[in-house]
């Protein structure tokens, strides 16, 4: 009865964006890489970069935005980083996805040290984050309005990406690209452009988005850094890339999925649950939803072939 009456308290269903949106957005910029035909699994690496970024940011400047835009800057240097070892010098990408991620956790450490001299954390009056921005009429909605409302300029603008690269994908010169890049690479190039150009462009936009994910845990949902901060979720939103294929509307609803089971992952922990349990459950939903999607997908195949 405790679980029911969480699962419909306003005040969690208002606190799933929060959670979704690091996610999502990550998952957007790994689904260009996807969609290019880069095998980019160091998101984890680009949102921390990201987060730590978008502290530095406000920190110095007293101004979210520059938080914001210090955060893309990162992302965009680590997708640099790994366009000069996978594309240029013909890195496997797996090795150079895992050594960003392993660089990012290390550099970040020295950084807080470095800069702040303080380890583990760093929080201060200085670091100015997004506030939440209140909807006319749409908070008046029962529900609903508590749900889209008051949430950080970077929801927002996860939100519109997925429309925007949806139709980016489907309709633009640079989407069509980047699709071709993935599905014939040869074609692109008997066309006249170079596809790894192309798939740097995605790398940096990868960077960019990831960065935007990293400045929502840092400056939005807290005000805060915390050493490895990003927890995991960027290696949930490569498992959102892969089950969806880089669309983008299909990854919207599971990155809503997992940020909702990530959310709830927190409110559960005051039911009496032990906490190894309730760190453990964005990941058990995520095997979950890869086993039924793999067992769907192997069922329709047989259908198909009969």
Known sequence: MAMLDLLLDPSFAASIPRFVTPILLAALGGALCERAGVFN??????LLMGAFAAVLGSYFSGSPYVGALAAMLAGMALGLVFAE???RRGGDSIVVSIAINLL???LTTFLLRAIFDVTGAFSDAGIVGFGPVRLPLIEDIPFVGQILSGQSALFYVALLCVPLMHVF????????????AGENAEALRAGGVEPRRVQ?????ACGALCGLGGAQLSIANVNLFVENMSAGRGWIAV???LLTRGRPWPLFFIALLFGAVDSLSFRVQG??????FTDMMPYLATLIVLVALSWWRARRARGETR
């Open 239 to 241: 498992v959102a890339v």
């Open 41 to 46: 699994i160091a998101l984890e690496g680009f």
């Open 271 to 276: 039911l009496g649950l032990a906490q190894q």
């Open 85 to 87: 070892f996978n594309l």
């Open 200 to 204: 740097l462009v995605a790398l940096l």
């Open 104 to 106: 990012a956790a290390g």
């Open 169 to 180: 994908l489907a309709r633009h010169r640079l989407g069509l690209r980047i699709r071709a």
